[in-house]
Structures are given as C-alpha cells and as structure tokens.
RNA sequence: GCGCCGAUGGUCUAGUGGCUAUGACUGGGGCCUUCCAAGCCCUAAACCCGGGUUCGAAUCCCGGUUGGCGCACCA
C-alpha cells in the first residue's frame, strides 16, 4: 500500500471523503466529503479568506455557477476550451485532428471539424502511430452545458473556473472600490469542468471548489506598497532558468524580484502571501516548491506565472496554486463582446494641458443642408486632416460620393485643453486555489506512522496519527470518561457541553476501551484529549493527553476550557497546561 | 476516448462451477475503580450492475459501471 491507498482509506473509513453515488454505483470525477472532511475543508477555506480577504481586502463575491453564453465566448470557453479530436479506426489513438493537418493548411486551428475532415481525406493523413485509417474529427469540449429556462432555452454553461463572475462585475467592483487602484475581489465556489477521463482521486474532479482572487492592478504600477514583508522570506523556485538546470533555488522574495526572476514586485508579494496559507494549513515546506510556467507553456494572456507545487508520495509534484499577472487579456475580451468600456479613470497627479485640433461641424447649417446624411457628413469631416479643411473647397466622400461642403458649416481650431486623467484598463493578477488538491496535500503530509514498543505476547503496531495544524483540525477536543459507567458519563457530558460553549470542535466518545479511544482520536488527528477518571470526582482534575507526543498532564477543571482554548489557539505550551503525569 | 489489470461486510482479505460464503480488524451493546488498538460476554455487516452459458455461477462468457496503471487530453 503506497500513501495515497493509506490515506484514501483511512479518508474513507473516518468520514473525510467518499465516492459520490456509491449508492448507484458512482461516478468518475465527483467525491463527497464527509462530515470531517467538510469540516477541514471549511477550516482551510476559513484562513485563506482570512489572509486573503479579512488582511487583504479583497473582499468575497459571490456569482452564479451557471453562465451564459456570452460569458463564456467572451472568456474564450466556449471556443476554445474544446479541442477536435480525431481517433484512429485501427488503433485507437486520439489525436489532435489540427495538429495533424497544420502543416498542410496555414491556420489549422481555426477550421471546422467537416473541413479538417475534408483536408485529412485529400491529404490521404494516417495515423501517426500505426498509419491506420482515421476516422471521424469531432469536438470535445470541456464545458458542461445546460438549458436556462424551459423549452429549448438558452444556452447556459456551468463556469469552468469562478474568475469570470469577477470579471463580469468590474464596473460594480470599481465603483465598490470607489474607482482606486489596485482592489481585488474573491471567490471561493464550485467549478465544472466535464474531464475527459478524471483519475487520481480527489486531483482532477468534474466538480471541485477553487478559491480565487482577481486584484485589477495599475500597468504602469506593479509595485507593492508591503512587499518588505517577505524581503527575507526564503522559496523554493524553480524558475524557466532553474529549470533549465533541472534544480531548486533556495532564494528570498526580495533577490527574486531584484533579479527580475519574479517579473514584478506585486505577482511576487501574492507568491509570499500564498507560500503563508500553504505553510499554515499544513503543506510541509521541504515539500513545497514554486515553478514558474516555462515560455511556451504560458497561456498567451500571461506575462508571468507561477504555480505553488507540492510534493505527493504517488503523483510527485502536484500543481496546487496558480500566480498569474494575467495583463489586460479578460477585461478587454469582456469589454470587446459586450461593447462596453471596461477601465477605469486615473488622474494624473498634475492636470496635463494638451493641444489638439478639434473639427466642430454646424449641425444646425448641416442638418437642413443634408437632412438624413447629416450625421455621415458630420463624421467625415470630423475625420479630416487640417490641410484638407483649409481649402478653398472642402469635399468629403460620403457613401462613395463626393460632396462639396459650402463655407461656414464647420468650424475647426487648435485648441489647447486641460486633461486631467486618463481611462486605463487594469492588469489583473490572479492567485487561484485548488482547493481539493489542497485538502489532499493537507491529508497526506498530515499522515505519519509510527511504531509502538511491542508489549509482552504482542507484536509491534502501528500507530496511525493525522498530524493536522491545530487551526485546521476537524475534532479539536476529544472529551473521554475513562468507564463506561453513570458517575464518570455525567461529568463528561458537563464538560462536553461546556468545552462547546467556549466554541471549540468537540467529540465525546465512551465507546471501547481507552486505548482504542486514543488511537481513534489519533486517527482523525484530534490534537488533545480530556480524560475523566475517579479522581476527577474526588478532586475536580482531569488529564489532558497530547496526540503528538502522548504525554499527559493533570490539571484542574476550573478554567479548563480557558486552557484548552489557549492549546489550540495560543500556541500555549503543554508541559505548562498541568503538571506532568 | 483507447489498451491492460482489478472489483467479496465499514476496512483488508479467503474462496477458480456444487455450502449456511473464510478470516482478521473495525463498528454497536454490556461487564470492568483507573490511561494508550488490554480482557470477557453478546451482536451487526458483503459476492458492483445487467444479460448469457449451465441442473447449478461469487467463480465461466458478453456488455455496462467503477478503481488502478499506460496512451491521449489537462484552455
């Protein structure tokens, strides 16, 4: 069994994670997550809002998972999100039916699957592999569709990625921000994307949750006013040179960006702040590493791009996190299909004064004059260079014919005016999240075995222990009457009901014998344990038991939950939890 | 989508044409005055789905679903 069977199963056993619709049978690429498992999911999801949205800023929106089409075309989704495959009737390889025919036809990528048809048959194209006949192209496309409304509908698709609903609401957005560069907002929702053959668990989903940020940014401005935060935090990079080398380089933030290996100040502070999240929620930093996307294999829109990489036991390194400066790309393309402007107004710090020619046509003389070509002719002397307006005679070409414009209609001047700003469309710099291949990642480095001493007549066993970060753990007090009897059920159900008031995640189990409670609780990496015994009832003390180190202090009832809360939340230290026991 | 290999209680597993389907762990109830899967008693729980072959199928054949691996795909 490698890490991913163990921990898959001990995911399954303990509530963390299960296969969708077992119940009829499954299906590929969906999984539940359990009553533990939505809970660490939650936790997780809980701190990046509170780095990203509480200390950032950017605050959290919230948009249909279902789109329309526009969007998405917009996007480039619906275009090209699918790819024409063509497969071979022989072998049964699949190709990229474009890349098959482009060195034929100049611009294979942009013709329908009934013309790559067409060129593979006169082009007698084999397959590659085994120069088997090919059979049909068709198009495979990663969006789920749907119908909005009843009937046929309209087309809607479910969003392959959340970033969009931000985009979409820039106007809103800018206005929320009351129009100051940079702001940002975020998401964390669902999104769909119908893979083609999903596998490795809970690493490529139909289904999956992303957390993301859009912070529309200044072009000419890609510093960032806290960047001295991470000046000497030390990455792991894998630049495009590193990688080149084939190695790890072990550098701080600030010589990032002062070699220009991180393109700018702001995509690297976002790089630092996610480096945080991923260490908290519990990534194993020796397993944690980012490479940058490599020049050929960065979308065309990037100017830059790094992705957080984690180390897995059975998949090796695991894209978990995309850093893009994704550039002016998707306002522009929304601006483009909804013919709206999407910028936003930047005073310059002192006003400009700009001379420039202005034409200035009479409508009041050309509206009478032109009646219904008015405006056309209005226009085209707006479009006239100066010399031609200085003529005796000024003719304009209007729907191919000429037409000689009397004296006096128009008016024209060098005119000397006072700009004060100017519209800019913002750059966008996108960290996006997985967060189910987060929530692996934490599973996995959180999973350890460790070896019991035997005992007499016994083998060695194994202990199973989910080192989870206390901030992250799904149970958080394990709350044990050390019997199953009546005087020592009574006083653990009182500390139960008062370990929740003080608002911490508890569970109370009386069931088996205390060993096996412990070894239970380490399971599901529960990181204390309160134990109540017969003393507790003479002496109003309780053990507190550590998951990691086993060790166990007596301490005192009064305060407890004070002292527990301070374990999780304080960093408090155990040893002064109590006195040893 | 293609190819190869698998699918038996919650988990792991035995079973290769003839059972009432093996075992372990786990789970649940109880006993137990004392802390790391302890012990004792009781108990629950499975042949992926659909066809076919056969007197008889968990077992053989076909199809599907699903899991793993390889290929392809991963804007």
Request: glycine content about 8%; overall charge negative; aromatic content about 10%.
């Given at each position: 069994?490698?890490?991913?069977?163990?921990?898959?199963?001990?995911?399954?056993?303990?509530?963390?994670?299960?296969?969708?619709?077992?119940?009829?049978?499954?299906?590929?690429?969906?999984y539940?997550?359990?009553?533990?498992?939505?809970?660490?999911?939650r936790?997780?999801?809980?701190?990046?809002?509170?780095?990203?949205?509480?200390?950032?800023?950017?605050?959290?929106?919230?948009?249909?998972?279902?789109?329309i089409?526009?969007?998405?075309?917009?996007?480039?989704?619906?275009?090209?999100?699918?790819?024409?495959?063509?497969?071979?009737?022989?072998?049964?390889?699949?190709?990229?039916?474009?890349?098959?025919?482009?060195?034929?036809?100049?611009?294979?990528?942009?013709?329908?699957?009934?013309?790559?048809?067409?060129?593979?048959?006169?082009?007698q194209?084999?397959?590659?592999?085994?120069?088997?006949?090919?059979?049909?192209?068709?198009?495979?496309n990663?969006?789920?569709?749907?119908?909005?409304?009843?009937?046929?509908g309209?087309?809607g698709?479910?969003?392959?990625?959340?970033?969009?609903?931000?985009?979409?609401?820039?106007?809103?957005?800018?206005?929320?921000?009351?129009?100051?560069?940079?702001?940002?907002?975020?998401?964390i929702?669902?999104?769909?994307?119908?893979?083609?053959?999903?596998?490795?668990?809970?690493?490529?989903l139909?289904?999956?949750?992303?957390?993301?940020?859009?912070?529309?940014?200044?072009?000419?401005?890609?510093?960032?006013?806290?960047?001295?935060?991470?000046?000497?935090?030390?990455?792991?990079?894998y630049?495009d040179?590193?990688?080149?080398?084939?190695?790890?380089?072990?550098?701080?933030?600030?010589?990032?960006?002062?070699?220009?290996?991180?393109?700018?100040?702001?995509?690297?502070?976002?790089?630092?702040?996610?480096?945080?999240?991923?260490?908290?929620?519990?990534?194993?930093?020796?397993?944690?590493?980012?490479?940058?996307?490599?020049k050929?294999?960065?979308?065309?829109?990037?100017?830059?791009?790094?992705?957080?990489?984690?180390?897995?036991?059975?998949?090796?390194?695991?894209?978990?996190?995309?850093?893009?400066?994704?550039?002016?790309?998707?306002?522009?393309?929304?601006?483009?299909?909804?013919?709206?402007e999407?910028?936003?107004y930047?005073?310059?710090?002192?006003?400009?004064?700009?001379?420039?020619?202005?034409?200035?046509?009479?409508?009041?003389?050309?509206?009478?004059?032109?009646?219904?070509?008015?405006?056309?002719v209005?226009?085209?002397?707006?479009?006239l260079?100066?010399?031609d307006?200085?003529?005796?005679?000024?003719?304009?070409?209007?729907?191919?014919?000429?037409?000689?414009?009397?004296?006096?209609?128009?008016?024209?001047?060098?005119?000397?005016?006072?700009?004060?700003?100017?519209?800019?469309?913002?750059?966008?710099?996108?960290?996006?999240?997985?967060?189910?291949?987060i929530?692996?990642?934490?599973?996995?480095?959180?999973?350890?075995?460790?070896?019991?001493?035997?005992?007499?007549?016994?083998?060695?066993?194994?202990?199973?222990?989910?080192?989870f970060?206390?901030?992250?753990?799904p149970?958080q007090?394990?709350?044990?009457?050390?019997?199953?009897?009546?005087?020592?059920?009574?006083?653990?159900?009182?500390?139960?009901?008062?370990?929740?008031?003080?608002?911490?995640?508890?569970?109370?189990?009386?069931?088996?014998?205390?060993?096996?409670?412990?070894?239970?609780?380490?399971?599901?990496?529960?990181?204390?344990?309160?134990?109540?015994?017969?003393?507790?009832?003479?002496?109003?003390?309780?053990?507190?038991?550590?998951?990691?180190?086993?060790?166990?202090?007596?301490?005192s009832?009064?305060?407890?939950?004070?002292?527990?809360?301070?374990?999780?939340?304080?960093?408090?230290?155990?040893?002064?939890?109590?006195?040893?026991?």
């Amino acid at each position: 069994m490698d890490k991913y069977e163990q921990v898959i199963e001990l995911a399954k056993r303990r509530g963390f994670l299960w296969n969708s619709f077992e119940l009829y049978g499954g299906s590929a690429g969906f999984y539940d997550y359990g009553p533990l498992g939505s809970t660490l999911k939650r936790r997780i999801e809980q701190i990046w809002r509170e780095l990203f949205v509480i200390q950032e800023g950017f605050m959290e929106i919230e948009t249909p998972t279902v789109g329309i089409e526009n969007v998405f075309v917009a996007s480039g989704h619906v275009g090209g999100f699918s790819d024409p495959l063509c497969e071979c009737r022989a072998c049964g390889e699949a190709f990229r039916a474009d890349h098959l025919v482009d060195r034929i036809v100049p611009v294979a990528d942009a013709l329908s699957n009934d013309e790559l048809d067409r060129i593979i048959r006169e082009n007698q194209i084999k397959c590659p592999e085994c120069e088997g006949e090919l059979g049909e192209t068709y198009e495979f496309n990663l969006m789920f569709k749907t119908q909005i409304g009843p009937g046929s509908g309209r087309q809607g698709y479910m969003r392959p990625e959340t970033a969009q609903g931000m985009f979409v609401d820039f106007l809103r957005l800018a206005r929320f921000y009351r129009e100051k560069l940079p702001f940002g907002a975020t998401q964390i929702g669902k999104s769909y994307r119908n893979e083609i053959s999903p596998r490795q668990g809970v690493i490529r989903l139909r289904e999956f949750t992303q957390a993301e940020a859009e912070i529309f940014i200044d072009p000419q401005d890609k510093s960032h006013p806290n960047i001295g935060r991470f000046a000497d935090t030390i990455l792991n990079l894998y630049s495009d040179a590193a990688q080149e080398k084939g190695e790890v380089e072990k550098i701080t933030i600030a010589e990032a960006v002062q070699r220009g290996i991180i393109a700018h100040e702001f995509l690297a502070y976002q790089i630092g702040l996610t480096n945080i999240f991923l260490q908290r929620v519990g990534v194993a930093p020796e397993m944690l590493r980012f490479r940058q996307h490599k020049k050929d294999e960065m979308a065309h829109y990037a100017m830059d791009c790094w992705d957080a990489e984690v180390s897995t036991d059975r998949f090796g390194w695991v894209e978990v996190v995309g850093i893009a400066d994704r550039t002016n790309y998707d306002l522009c393309a929304h601006a483009a299909v909804s013919k709206t402007e999407l910028s936003i107004y930047r005073e310059y710090p002192e006003p400009k004064m700009v001379t420039r020619f202005v034409v200035k046509p009479n409508m009041g003389k050309l509206g009478p004059l032109f009646k219904g070509k008015a405006k056309t002719v209005a226009e085209a002397l707006k479009a006239l260079p100066r010399e031609d307006l200085e003529k005796e005679e000024i003719k304009v070409i209007v729907d191919s014919e000429e037409i000689i414009i009397p004296k006096g209609v128009v008016e024209f001047a060098e005119e000397t005016i006072k700009v004060s700003g100017e519209n800019i469309v913002p750059h966008v710099v996108e960290p996006s999240f997985g967060i189910d291949r987060i929530f692996y990642t934490v599973l996995e480095h959180a999973f350890d075995e460790e070896a019991m001493p035997a005992k007499e007549d016994t083998e060695e066993e194994a202990r199973i222990i989910m080192r989870f970060r206390n901030e992250v753990s799904p149970v958080q007090i394990a709350v044990l009457p050390l019997l199953t009897r009546k005087e020592l059920i009574e006083p653990a159900r009182k500390m139960e009901s008062k370990l929740r008031e003080k608002g911490l995640l508890v569970s109370y189990d009386d069931s088996g014998t205390i060993g096996r409670r412990y070894r239970r609780n380490d399971e599901i990496g529960t990181p204390y344990s309160v134990t109540i015994d017969y003393d507790t009832l003479e002496d109003n003390t309780v053990t507190i038991r550590e998951r990691d180190s086993m060790k166990q202090v007596r301490t005192s009832i009064e305060g407890i939950e004070d002292t527990l809360y301070d374990l999780m939340y304080k960093s408090k230290d155990f040893e002064s939890a109590g006195t040893a026991l």
